[in-house]
């Protein structure tokens, strides 16, 4: 009996330590990996970017040089919307856009306000730039911006047809301005930027050509990505939808949401 009992024990006592080891190590070993596992999952989660897309319109001209020179210091990117009937005077600068990675957008081809021409006259403004632009590029844009980013149903729905977003801005440099000050134009662009924002410029204006090297230069040391209008559209809102209205990468005016766009802008400025 006494032996019964001192094997009984003896087991008693192998299985106490037996449990022992094996939990406490176990549990350790457990939430260390689980620690870990949280570790490598937060370095797979990518950061947020913060993305700006800087637009010029009214170019090429000689400012449109100085500022891609800029740019390409900064690797940033730009979008530069384009005038039909200034293509065949600046050629190379044309060529330059779209090499440098930059987009290039139809801003019409003799800068009318769209809205108050006829509709056919509005169709053939949008043609010839785009054809003045594949012709000197060999690219068919995607994006318009109306001149004064005036635009009405018939020119959203020209632009559908034509595989074109509009694309507006949320941030007026005002640069257009006569007698605005370089400070005045970088402030206006630089104090309420955000992640997601359309800046609007003029590379037509030599006060813009200096404040747009201020304007790259600080938003690159703020840490923000200076990328393309389709670029920003894709990271904030998927895919771009051609005769949509974009204010930023986030907010996107559409036809089809039976919405009267001056009463929806209104309300999303
Ligand atoms: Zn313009």
């Avoid at 006592?13 to 070993?29: G, K």
């Avoid at 306000?113 to 403004?125: D, G, H």
């Avoid at 012709?135 to 001149?147: D, L, S």
């Avoid at 977003?165 to 301005?177: F, L, P, R």
Wanted: glycine share 6%; aromatic share 10%.
């Amino acid at each position: 009996m006494k032996k019964i009992i001192a094997v009984a024990a003896c087991f008693a006592v192998l299985f106490s330590v037996h449990v022992f080891v094996q939990a406490l190590p176990a549990f350790n070993f457990d939430s260390e990996t689980a620690i870990y596992e949280e570790e490598k999952a937060a370095d797979l989660i990518p950061e947020p970017r913060k993305m700006v897309a800087i637009t010029f319109d009214d170019g090429p001209t000689d400012i449109t040089i100085q500022i891609l020179n800029d740019l390409a210091k900064y690797n940033a990117r730009a979008t530069f919307f384009v005038l039909g009937n200034r293509l065949e005077r600046f050629p190379e600068t044309t060529q330059r856009i779209v090499n440098e990675g930059h987009q290039i957008g139809n801003h019409s081809f003799s800068h009318k306000r769209l809205n108050r021409i006829s509709v056919q006259t509005m169709k053939n403004e949008l043609d010839l730039a785009n054809e003045a632009i594949f012709k000197a590029t060999g690219v068919k844009p995607t994006i318009m911006r109306a001149p004064y980013g005036e635009h009405d149903k018939n020119v959203l729905e020209a632009a559908a047809a034509r595989g074109m977003a509009v694309i507006k801005w949320n941030i007026d440099s005002i640069d257009w301005q006569p007698g605005t000050a370089v400070g005045n134009i970088t402030q206006r662009a630089l104090k309420n930027v955000q992640a997601g924002d359309i800046i609007l410029l003029h590379d037509l204006y030599p006060e813009t050509g200096v404040a747009s090297a201020i304007i790259i230069k600080e938003l690159t040391d703020r840490g923000f990505e200076l990328v393309t209008v389709d670029e920003l559209i894709e990271y904030y809102s998927t895919e771009m939808e051609p005769g949509a209205v974009y204010i930023s990468g986030v907010k996107k005016f559409s036809v089809a949401d039976g919405v009267d766009f001056d009463e929806w802008y209104e309300s999303n400025r």
